[in-house]
């Protein structure tokens, strides 16, 4: 099942950051004040950009990496001008299999 990252504006000009499964049901919430803390303060107004994962962990990864943005920089992300892999850490190099030393 894949797991989506979500960007938020919310009334004060603030971005919330956050991971779901369904961003429209996990806005719902934010909307009517049954989501995070903090989006029940500062009403969210709209989905900027959500990005695909294959699984909660790497999406919970990829919100690690986007909550320590600067708020402008959140904004270049959602509107395209910041790639995410610009964002998250590259990959761990691939390892040549191991193979026996000739006896």
Known sequence: MPWFLYMLECADGSVYTGIAVDVAARFAQHASGTGARYTRSRKPVQVLA????????????AEYWVKRLTPREKRALAAGART?????PPPPPETAPETAAPD
Do not use: G, W
């Open 84 to 88: 995410l892999e610009s964002v998250l």
């Open 50 to 61: 959500q990005f695909e994962f294959a699984d909660r962990a790497r999406a919970s990864s």
